[in-house]
């Protein structure tokens, strides 16, 4: 069924709202002339540009917000076409199952609840999709251009904040500009991509080369290395390839030294701009990524229908052959399959790879596309969804129908409402944690395991220990702290098998931190002078024994880890101190004497 025109309505040119690319060849549009645009797409170009200052959508409750819009705004497309369009075909099929099965995966995920939050997430890629199904190609293709002036704002307003201490936490880390991603790395990628459409426009003026020059010092400010050699070789490849180009690359060039030169008078100090040239004698990030990588794909063998949202963070100790921590393994297809498993990942390749050799796309979104996905094999740029929803509007998911049936619309309507009304109930349960009020927001969201973690983390009495620590564990059995925290509430009770049973636990899911085998070692030796005391020679030689068997836990963690592990900054530390070592070697000379008798 054919879809309905939209109205058209004609405007003068606004920053948000340019040509369109065929709109853009013409003298009237190079003259800066009036063009029709409907109001559709300038609502979405607006979305477009709102999107990144929510953080990037990293965070839960942002994103449940633009859940909200997103819903809003479909409801509104469908009132004013009077009909819904969508691509019923294998490549949007696949697209949805990728990010449905974030709900598939949650019976065998390692925390069910945090899954359901993960799932609340990746479930409004799926919302963009049919937003993007409403628009016809071209359309989309001019939303674009909002891209550029989004980053341009993000690297002027926070780029102040250089010279506000009081800001300048928020959008700079450690001299990097983070912007409203507070991430320097996608921050930068996603500044690479306002450069690239802009130099697939046909507009080279003085208004584009200033937008151009303010995206490349935005991401010489961030510090990020694999971006700045990315743009390097875009720079490169319009220069060669690009007469019209040509004296912009220069003019880019021009504003990198001027930007370098400039923050070394204002900052005495080159350090972020410079670490583009360490990249291979400082290797220590590159080398730990590395090593995240080698540690998942154990995991994902291991698991491959999936661990649930953020299960790979927790499983990551019983994997890991370093010592790290990290949320995310900054490999994005790994984090994938990882998260909703191999078929997702898989399929969510097929869609990718066959969009680049699709001849529907154009070489701007085909270059924004492989962009993207080489940034994503070192970075976690999908958990920021602005991100993926870039990468959305550059797939190929086949052409939309229009279904304009009474029952289809309504239905479509009721099902729009029903997940307006549980994206808002989320934003607002996750806004309230985000505030402080976690006991309230733990109310609304009871299987929120972050919330718990954090008030066993805060307890005070045995009885809160054991509370928090039993609450964590129905729902994680992965948390070392809450094995930690029985622990202490049995060595409380003089119930020291339960203890043991426990610190084997926390030894499991945390074994690359000394201190643990330590505290296992006070504890060992509480309980040896409490059955000593006690008389009961059997029980203080079983605790002996397992005092005297920690070294070789210890040797154990030592033959699991990688050589990638010693060549990164954090290296293991796997030694007892000299005084617990002689401990131990008198220890087993108590253990051979109860067994002589």
């Not at 025109?5 to 690319?21: D, E, M, V, W």
């Not at 080398?287 to 994902?300: I, P």
């Not at 929803?389 to 049936?405: E, Q, R, V």
Request: charged share 15%.
């Amino acid at each position: 069924m054919t879809h309905n025109r939209r109205k058209q309505k004609s405007k003068k040119n606004h920053p948000i709202t340019r040509q369109t690319a065929s709109q853009q060849t013409t003298s009237a549009s190079d003259n800066g002339m009036a063009h029709s645009i409907s109001n559709e797409v300038r609502i979405f170009k607006w979305m477009l540009f709102a999107f990144p200052f929510l953080f990037g959508l990293f965070f839960e409750f942002t994103v449940a917000f633009a859940g909200i819009i997103l819903v809003v705004f479909l409801l509104y497309l469908i009132k004013k076409n009077g009909q819904i369009r969508l691509a019923c075909n294998l490549y949007s099929l696949l697209l949805i199952f990728v990010f449905l099965s974030y709900l598939l995966v949650l019976p065998w995920s390692v925390d069910w609840g945090i899954g359901l939050i993960g799932f609340m997430k990746f479930s409004t890629v799926i919302l963009f999709i049919l937003v993007l199904m409403q628009f016809e190609r071209a359309e989309i293709a001019d939303c674009f251009n909002v891209i550029p002036w989004s980053g341009c704002a993000m690297v002027i307003l926070t780029g102040m904040t250089y010279f506000i201490p009081d800001l300048a936490g928020c959008f700079i880390d450690a001299g990097r500009l983070g912007g409203f991603f507070q991430y320097a790395n996608t921050f930068a990628l996603f500044l690479l991509i306002g450069v690239i459409v802009l130099a697939e426009s046909n507009l080279i003026n003085s208004l584009e080369i200033s937008k151009m020059a303010v995206l490349t010092g935005g991401m010489l400010l961030t510090g990020s290395r694999i971006t700045l050699i990315m743009l390097l070789g875009v720079l490169i490849y319009y220069a060669v390839f690009s007469k019209k180009m040509r004296k912009t690359v220069i003019i880019i060039g021009a504003t990198a030294l001027a930007v370098i030169a400039g923050f070394f008078l204002l900052s005495g100090s080159l350090s972020t701009i410079t670490r583009i040239t360490t990249i291979f004698s400082d290797s220590s990030t590159l080398l730990g990524r590395l090593l995240y990588a080698r540690d998942a794909w154990f995991m994902l063998l291991k698991h491959p229908m999936g661990t649930g949202y953020m299960g790979y963070y927790y499983l990551q100790p019983q994997f890991q052959t370093g010592v790290y921590t990290t949320r995310f393994v900054h490999q994005e297809f790994l984090q994938m399959g990882l998260d909703a498993g191999i078929p997702a990942m898989m399929a969510f390749l097929f869609v990718c790879i066959r969009s680049l050799f699709s001849k529907s796309r154009s070489k701007m979104e085909k270059l924004i596309l492989t962009v993207v996905l080489l940034h994503a094999c070192l970075d976690f740029d999908f958990q920021y969804l602005v991100i993926l929803y870039i990468l959305m509007m550059t797939l190929d998911f086949g052409k939309s129908k229009g279904y304009a049936a009474g029952s289809a619309l309504t239905a479509a309507k009721v099902s729009l409402i029903a997940l307006g009304v549980i994206y808002l109930y989320f934003f607002a349960a996750l806004l309230t944690e985000r505030l402080g009020d976690r006991e309230n927001a733990l109310k609304m969201l009871p299987f929120n395991t972050e919330i718990k973690i954090y008030a066993l983390s805060q307890a005070q009495t045995a009885e809160a220990f054991e509370y928090w620590s039993d609450q964590v564990l129905a729902q994680n059995k992965t948390i070392a702290l809450a094995y930690e925290g029985r622990a202490a509430v049995a060595v409380s009770r003089n119930d020291f098998d339960a203890m043991a049973e426990n610190m084997d636990k926390v030894l499991q899911n945390d074994p690359y931190q000394l201190e643990k085998y330590q505290e296992y070692l006070k504890a060992l030796e509480t309980a040896m002078n409490y059955y000593n005391n006690q008389g009961d020679t059997k029980k203080l030689e079983k605790f002996a024994r397992i005092a005297v068997s920690i070294p070789e836990r210890l040797d154990a963690v030592k033959n699991r880890t990688s050589k990638l592990a010693n060549q990164i900054e954090e290296k293991p530390e796997l030694e007892l101190t000299q005084n617990e070592q002689v401990y131990l070697l008198n220890l087993k000379k108590v253990i051979d004497e109860l067994a002589a008798k």
